[in-house]
T-cell receptor, first 115, second 112 residues
Framework: GAVVSQHPSRVICKSGTSVKIECRSLDFQATTMFWYRQFPKQSLMLMATSNEGSKATYEQGVEKDKFLINHASLTLSTLTVTSAHPEDSSFYIC???????????FGPGTRLLVL | SQQGEEDPQALSIQEGENATMNCSYKTSINNLQWYRQNSGRGLVHLILIRSNEREKHSGRLRVTLDTSKKSSSLLITASRAADTASYFCATAPTDSWGKLQFGAGTQVVVTP
């Protein structure tokens, strides 16, 4: 299947700093990328949907100014957690889709710990 | 928002036994997908079943879908210790293409 990578896999930062997470589709062009958040022992919650070249669509309750999403190319989307706080500590997972195809390909996730 | 409810929340079985987990959802869907997640890792896509399908097989996996009851089941036959993981169902609603809504997950432990 298609491969999606995330970088970094793990990051620890101080409260108040910003953290950027990259999501790359390695062997296909991803017209749409999705960002999810997963707290320990919980399910994945969709945060936002990004289409290449346009603004991201955020789910209700997700602050767009806090979670900046950029999808500048068909193979790269970035999520920046601005002014991170301990409550932002979570597992962030991206997925990538092609056109109207049903299957999404998930990245390995990024574990963020804010001290 | 989280659409699916999964049952049971946790399942502990011995190698060789079958594992069955269920998923219920609320809205109309295009398809329903099952994923597996090892602790602290990403998701692995297992199987996709479309709304006009009732049953699907893939290796030791068997998935059923009952759209009248808005429910699905995943059966893992002849389980192995390596099947230990969390299993999630995810629905693709008809009114929002691509936006998967995940269930709460079933944590499966298979002991040798």
């Amino acid at each position: 299947g298609a491969v999606v990578s995330q970088h970094p896999s793990r990051v620890i930062c101080k409260s108040g700093t910003s953290v950027k997470i990259e999501c790359r589709s390695l062997d296909f062009q991803a017209t749409t990328m999705f960002w999810y958040r997963q707290f320990p022992k919980q399910s994945l919650m969709l945060m936002a949907t990004s289409n290449e070249g346009s603004k991201a669509t955020y789910e209700q309750g997700v602050e767009k100014d806090k979670f900046l999403i950029n999808h500048a190319s068909l193979t790269l989307s970035t999520l920046t957690v601005t002014s991170a706080h301990p409550e932002d500590s979570s597992f962030y997972i991206c997925s990538a889709g092609q056109g109207r195809r049903e299957t999404q390909y998930f990245g390995p996730g990024t574990r963020l710990l804010v001290l | 928002s989280q659409q699916g409810e999964e049952d049971p929340q946790a399942l502990s079985i011995q190698e060789g036994e079958n594992a069955t987990m269920n998923c219920s959802y609320k809205t109309s869907i295009n398809n329903l997908q099952w994923y597996r997640q090892n602790s602290g890792r990403g998701l692995v896509h297992l199987i996709l079943i479309r709304s006009n399908e009732r049953e699907k097989h893939s290796g030791r996996l068997r998935v059923t879908l009952d759209t009248s009851k808005k429910s699905s089941s995943l059966l893992i036959t002849a389980s192995r210790a390596a099947d230990t993981a969390s299993y999630f169902c995810a629905t693709a609603p008809t009114d929002s293409w691509g936006k998967l809504q995940f269930g709460a997950g079933t944590q499966v432990v298979v002991t040798p």
